[in-house]
C-alpha cells in the first residue's frame, strides 16, 4: 500500500461571529473585494472574501529620499487580506488570512471565544505562554514564556488582580493542534487539508460551548475585561461624566496593548470641539 502524503501544518486564526449576523453585517469594508466561492467535489466549504492586493512603497524608503537613488529597485510591499466564511453546527465561523482581520467589522465577534475554547482543549500542565494584564497603582502588560510547558500556577498569576488575556499551550486530542492560543480569535497550528475544515469548526464550537475549563481554570471568570461595543460605549459615557467632574483619582489610563517602544515616543490627550481623541 503506498504511504499517504504527509499533511502541512497550518496556523489557522478563527473567529466566531456573534449569534443573528450574517457575512454581510460581519464585514467592516465592502469595497473592491472578490467573493469566490470555496468548494472540495461536490461538497461546499464556504465563501473565500478577498481584497484586491496593493502594493505601496515602504516606509523606510522615505528616510532617503533626496539623499539615494533607490527608483528600478522594485522596493515595494504587497498587502494580502482574505476572509473564508463557513457556517457549521448553526454558527458562522470566519478565517482570516494576512491582514484578513481588518476586514471583519469590530464587535461582530464573540468576545473570548479564543481563549474558552483553548482552556477547554488544554491540558492544564501543559502552558507554553501567557499574556496577562495587572490591574494595580500601575497597570501592567505582560507575555511571559516558559522554557517547558507548566501549570498556570506556575507562572504566578494573582486571581485578584490579573486577567488573563490569551494563553498557548498543548491540546490533549493532538487532531485539534500541535499548538492552540487565543483570546477573541482562536489560533490554532494544525495539521490539516482544507477538506477537514468543516470537521474541526464543528469541533472548535463544541470546545467553546463546553464550561470543564471551570475545573482547571475556574478564576479565569473572576474579573474580566469588557470588550463588547455596546458595554464599552457606554462605560466610556460614564468615563466622561467623572472626568467632566474632575474626579480624576478614580480613573486612570494606559495603553490596551503591549507597544514596541522604539516606535512610539508618546501619547498626547487631545480635548477640543472638533476632536476628542489620542494620538500616538
Same mark, same amino acid.
Given at each position: 500500500?503506498?504511504?499517504? !502524503? ?11 461571529? !456573534? ?72 454558527? +458562522? ?32 500542565? !501543559? ?13 501592567? +502588560? ?54 477537514? +475544515? ?32 455596546? +458595554? ?49
Amino acid at each position: 500500500m503506498a504511504r499517504t !502524503k504527509d499533511k502541512k501544518v497550518w496556523p489557522l486564526t478563527i473567529f466566531l461571529i !456573534k449569534p443573528g449576523l450574517s457575512q454581510k453585517d460581519a464585514l467592516a469594508d465592502r469595497e473592491d473585494l472578490l467573493e469566490i466561492p470555496v468548494r472540495h467535489g461536490k461538497r461546499s466549504i464556504g465563501r473565500l472574501v478577498v481584497k484586491r492586493p496593493q502594493d505601496s512603497a515602504p516606509t523606510w524608503a522615505r528616510l532617503f529620499e533626496g539623499h539615494a537613488d533607490l527608483r528600478g529597485l522594485g522596493l515595494r510591499n504587497r498587502s494580502t487580506a482574505a476572509v473564508l466564511f463557513t457556517r457549521r453546527g448553526g454558527s +458562522l465561523f470566519a478565517l482570516t488570512f494576512g491582514y484578513g482581520r481588518h476586514l471583519l467589522e469590530p464587535g461582530t465577534w464573540v468576545e473570548n471565544f479564543g481563549l474558552k475554547t483553548t482552556l477547554n482543549m488544554v491540558e492544564s500542565d !501543559k502552558i507554553r505562554s501567557i499574556d496577562r494584564k495587572r490591574f494595580d497603582e500601575l497597570t501592567t +502588560l505582560t507575555r511571559e514564556q516558559a522554557s517547558r510547558a507548566g501549570s498556570v500556577e506556575q507562572f504566578g498569576l494573582d486571581m485578584e488582580k490579573d486577567v488573563l488575556r490569551a494563553l498557548v499551550g498543548t491540546p490533549r486530542d493532538r487532531k485539534l493542534g500541535q499548538s492552540v492560543a487565543g483570546l477573541d480569535a482562536l489560533v490554532a497550528r494544525v495539521e490539516c487539508e482544507l477538506k477537514d +475544515l468543516p470537521r474541526l469548526l464543528t469541533t472548535y464550537g463544541n470546545e467553546y460551548r463546553k464550561r470543564a475549563y471551570r475545573r482547571s481554570f475556574r478564576w479565569v471568570d473572576q474579573i474580566g475585561e469588557v470588550r463588547d461595543a455596546s +458595554l464599552v460605549e457606554g462605560l466610556d459615557e460614564d468615563l466622561v461624566s467623572a472626568l467632566d467632574a474632575r474626579k480624576p483619582a478614580t480613573c486612570w489610563m494606559c495603553a490596551p496593548e503591549p507597544l514596541d517602544w522604539g516606535l512610539v515616543a508618546g501619547f498626547r490627550y487631545v480635548w477640543s470641539r472638533a476632536s476628542r481623541g489620542v494620538e500616538g
